[in-house]
């Protein structure tokens, strides 16, 4: 019993230091307008800037990914957190707009590192028997992270002083605290081995996935591409269109999508995977319409509902994306698989953003928003009648 309540404190412990680093990924979101006033750039920049984040994740899963079964989980969780210490000062630092591309490029190389090794390192804590609590747990606190980080910076850059420096600062102060908290944890990984016997992973889809493999990765590419939007360019719009100034609430906005978003990973163990790509699809189907119904009447009342129904929609299509992807996989080259799902979602949040910065001078930004809408809507449409037409196989 004594165990048990060591174990699930350690597994605590060790999803609290997960949610610190991923909040620091997300904490410049609200930001992003201010940046924008004092330095003078366009949107297009934002975008970039945004997107850069997204490529250092991916570098570091492609090259290092593996790093934490070789080296051990704790090593590569502090290097993850030297990142995000590294970004925070960036921005604490930044006199112009090369500063915000290094804060986010270490942003990348942060949660990079951090959302394999950290998965494991929360799941391997759990005692004997808590492996689905663990998952939760895990779950829970990568979404939770994600959207604590805006919400954090929001409400400090809208009641409280010093708005470019102190909700760097507040998390320079957690990440601190984190480091000290890992220092005293134990390591899960028991045969460690020299970091020269890590090589980079290459992703591949063995030819039996690739039927399922193709509509999940649609899906999990639209779910991470509608966050990219919300992220990046929805304070602009509520800004610009809306007259919201307030980032309190564009914080709120972005941070509902993230806590949405665990709730419906969570739903798929109610709805089982074969269930959940689908359903998944017809949530962010709905989530783009209701976004499209706020660029088109200028409504705040339909921001709220996109960001929520949509978030719920990518929860559930990214977590059932895994699970059927991972099911379907032969043993020894799942992990390569897995990993050229999470290549596909990155490149979603990078790629189609950048494409709505890149329309928003010929466009409007409104007009880039729905163009966005439709390819995207396009896509998910696609990945839902082919999953209507070939089901996932249920328990994979």
Known sequence: MAGDRRGWRVCLLGGAVFAVCMAG???????????????DFSELTVTVVYAVYAF???????????????????PVLLWGLGCAAASGVCFLSATGLGWLYA????????????????????????PPGGGSRATFVATAVNMGGLGC????????AQYAAWPLYLPFAVHLTLVACSIAVLLRLPETVGRRRPLST??????????????VFGAAATAAFVGFALFGVFTSVSPAFLAQSLDVSDHAVSGVVVALAFFASTGGQLAVDRVGVGRSLPLGCAGLLAGLALLAGALH??????????????????????RGALSAVGGASPEDRRAAVISSLFVVAYAGISVPVIGVGLLTEPMGLEGAAFVFIACMGALVVSAAGYLLRHPVATGV
Do not use: C, H
């Open 297 to 318: 009447w200028d409504l705040l009342t339909l921001v709220v509902p996109s960001a929520v129904v949509g978030g719920f929609g990518q929860g559930l299509a990214f």
């Open 25 to 39: 990924t997300t904490l410049p979101t609200p930001l992003y307008p201010l940046y924008q006033e004092k330095f």
């Open 198 to 211: 890590v090589r980079p992973q290459r992703p591949g889809v063995p030819p039996q996935v690739r039927p």
């Open 103 to 126: 804060g986010r490029l270490l942003s990348g190389l942060s949660a990079g590192l951090f959302t394999g090794a950290a998965t494991a390192y929360v799941m391997e804590s759990a």
């Open 56 to 74: 250092a994740v991916i570098g570091v899963l492609l090259l290092a990914g593996n790093a934490s079964d070789a080296v051990g989980r704790r």
């Open 149 to 156: 980080g805006p919400l954090l910076a929001g409400l400090l």
